[in-house]
C-alpha cells in the first residue's frame, strides 16, 4: 500500500509558476516510479510527466519545455516545476505511483500506475 498526499496548487496568472509536490508512503520511494497527470473538467485524465527509478523523465508534448518533475529519494517527495503556465494548463493535477517492474519505457498511461493522490486544484486566469 502507498499513500500519496498532493500540494501546491492554486490560482496563478498566465505566465506565472507553480510548484507541486507528492509526498509518498508506506514503501521504499527510491523503488516507485512517480507520475504526474491533469483532468480538466469533461476532459479524459492526461498524462503531463513522469520519472523512472534512477531519474530518468519524460513529459507530455504540451508541457515540454515549461514543466520540470523531479525527485528526492531522502525525502520521500516527487515535484512538479511548472513554468510559463497557461490557461489550458487549468486541471486537477494527481500524482501517481508505479509499483511494476522495471520499464524500458517509462509509464506515461494511467493503467500502469498502482496508487494515486487525492488531486490538487491548478487554476490559470488569463
Known amino acids: 500500500q502507498v499513500q500519496l498526499v498532493e500540494s501546491g496548487g492554486g490560482l496563478v496568472q498566465a505566465g506565472g509558476s507553480l510548484r507541486l509536490s507528492c509526498a509518498a508512503s508506506?514503501?521504499?520511494?527510491?523503488?516507485?516510479?512517480m507520475g504526474w497527470f491533469r483532468q480538466a473538467p469533461g476532459k479524459e485524465r492526461e498524462f503531463v510527466a513522469a520519472i523512472s527509478r534512477s531519474g530518468r523523465t519524460t513529459y507530455a508534448d504540451s508541457v515540454k519545455g515549461r514543466f520540470t518533475i523531479s525527485r528526492d529519494n531522502a525525502k520521500n517527495t516527487v515535484y512538479l516545476q511548472m513554468n510559463s503556465l497557461k490557461p489550458e494548463d487549468t486541471a486537477v493535477y494527481y500524482c501517481?505511483?508505479?509499483?511494476?517492474?522495471?520499464?524500458?519505457?517509462?509509464?506515461?498511461?494511467?493503467?500502469?500506475?498502482?496508487?494515486w493522490g487525492q488531486g490538487t486544484q491548478v487554476t490559470v486566469s488569463s
Open positions: 501517481a505511483a508505479d509499483l511494476g517492474p522495471r520499464r524500458t519505457v517509462i509509464a506515461a498511461t494511467t493503467y500502469e500506475y498502482d496508487y
Open positions: 508506506g514503501r521504499t520511494f527510491s523503488t516507485i516510479g
